[in-house]
C-alpha cells in the first residue's frame, strides 16, 4: 500500500471522529452529517481501490478519471446547495409566520392592558 493511501485513510478516519463529535455536540445534525460521510466513505473506497476511478470512467464513458470527480462533486455540491435553498426557503416561510404570530399577540396584550386601565 502506498503511503498516500494510508495517509488518505488515516485523515479520513480523523475527519469520521470529528464529524461523530460535531454530532454528539448537537453542533452538526445527522441530517447534514450523512453527505460529509458519504463522500469520506467514497475515499476510502477509491484509497484502497486504485484503480476505481478508472474503472467507473470507463463505465460513465470519461476520458479522463479526474474529469470524472470534478464531474461528480460539482452534481453532488448542486444537489446539496438545491437542498438547503429548500430548508431554507422552509425556515423563512417559519419565521415570516412566528413573527406575525407574535405582532398579532403583542396587538391583543397591548389591548388587554388598555382594558384593564
Known amino acids: ?10 485523515v479520513d478516519a480523523l ?7 460535531l454530532i454528539i ?18 475515499l476510502v473506497v477509491f ?3 486504485r484503480d476505481g476511478l478508472a474503472v ?3 463505465l460513465f464513458g470519461v476520458y479522463e478519471p479526474p474529469n470524472l470527480v470534478f464531474t461528480a ?14 430548508v431554507n426557503s ?6 415570516t409566520g412566528l413573527s406575525q404570530e407574535l405582532a398579532l399577540l403583542k396587538e391583543k396584550l397591548n389591548r388587554l392592558e388598555k382594558d384593564k386601565k
Open 73 to 86: 462533486f460539482i452534481f453532488a455540491i448542486l444537489v446539496y446547495l438545491l437542498h438547503l435553498s429548500v
Open 56 to 58: 467507473m470512467s470507463r
Open 15 to 21: 475527519f469520521i471522529a470529528y464529524i461523530s463529535r
Open 25 to 42: 455536540k448537537n453542533k452538526l445534525r445527522e441530517e447534514y452529517a450523512i453527505i460529509w460521510c458519504v463522500c469520506t466513505v467514497l
Open 90 to 95: 422552509k425556515l423563512q416561510r417559519n419565521i
Open 47 to 49: 484509497s484502497i481501490w
Open 1 to 10: 500500500m502506498a503511503r498516500i493511501q494510508i495517509i488518505t485513510i488515516i
